[in-house]
């Protein structure tokens, strides 16, 4: 054997164990008030992928940047967003159960680190589960690797779950959000079967006529249900990333589908300190 391909085969066999994350271990596995105020040393664990190698250029060592056969999508959010959880539309996974436990996803493999649903791979990161000095939060859906949704989040003080909420919206691309809600919870509507997640919704009137802005419809097992006919729609695809389509809330009816989901974090110092 050359000792071209005994570097490359090396060095493919070497990307499993180098794109980790630093410092951690390898284990992959209704209220009717409304809320204006926004609370407003960095943390430096990251995923990163520092060697790819591809495989059918055997005559070309392998270097320290991404491989030239990885899609690039038409979409940077900056240096200063890390990406801590990516999910497909379609990829037969409960995210709720996911993003609630303790366990990461997929941290060992480049393309699901990418924001893009071209590579069909749910992932999450060490740091979803840490939360350790975010001062801010990006949830977003993206369709044809463009965004069509974004809503940021104060996150300073927050848990991984309690972000996620009202009082903690800071912007939005909807014209109406934030705004007063019914629901704005990741657990969505929790005193029943539903599995209606990352609920963003105005209030319950009729069904058709729900009005809302974002939900995620998860992955339901047999014995759940939905009183609704658009809650239980066409469960061979979920989960599902429903919104409306026109920046503004809209009946349930009304929603249209992404194709992916990503929660993004921003690192930093926050407004003070926070309470123990």
């Known amino acids: 054997m050359s000792s071209a391909v005994t570097w490359s085969i090396m060095c493919c066999l ?5 794109v980790l994350t630093a410092g951690h271990d390898d284990d992959d596995d209704h209220d009717d008030d409304c809320h204006d105020d926004h609370d407003d040393d960095h943390h430096d664990h990251y995923d990163h992928a520092t060697c790819v190698c591809n495989i059918t250029a055997v005559e070309t060592p392998c270097d320290h940047s991404w491989a030239n056969h990885l899609f690039s999508p038409p979409i940077d959010f900056g240096t200063e967003w890390e990406l801590v959880f990516k999910a497909t539309a379609g990829v037969p996974m409960n995210l709720y159960t996911l993003w ?30 840490d939360w350790t000095y975010v001062e801010e939060v990006k949830l977003v859906f993206l369709k044809n690797d463009e965004v069509v949704v974004f809503v940021n989040f104060n996150g300073w003080c927050e848990d991984r779950v309690s972000w996620f909420s009202e009082e903690n919206i800071i912007d939005s691309s909807f014209s109406d959000l934030p705004s007063c809600t019914l629901f704005t919870s990741i657990a ?54 429903l919104y409306c389509p026109d920046g503004e809330s809209c009946s349930a009816t009304s929603y249209t589908s992404a194709d992916t989901m990503l929660i993004l974090v921003r690192h930093g110092l926050g407004s003070g300190s926070c309470e123990d």
């Open 14 to 18: 070497l990307v499993t164990h180098v």
């Open 100 to 129: 609630m436990s303790d366990s990461v996803l997929h941290v060992n493999v480049p393309e699901a680190m990418i924001p893009t649903s071209h590579y069909r791979i749910n992932y999450k990161s060490h740091m979803a589960n």
């Open 188 to 241: 969505g509507d929790s005193d029943s079967d539903m599995q209606r997640r990352f609920f963003i919704h105005d209030s319950y009137t009729c069904c058709s006529d729900d009005p809302g802005w974002i939900v995620v419809l998860d992955r339901m097992s047999p014995q759940e249900d939905d009183e609704c006919d658009w809650g239980i729609m066409r469960p061979s695809e979920r989960p599902m990333f």
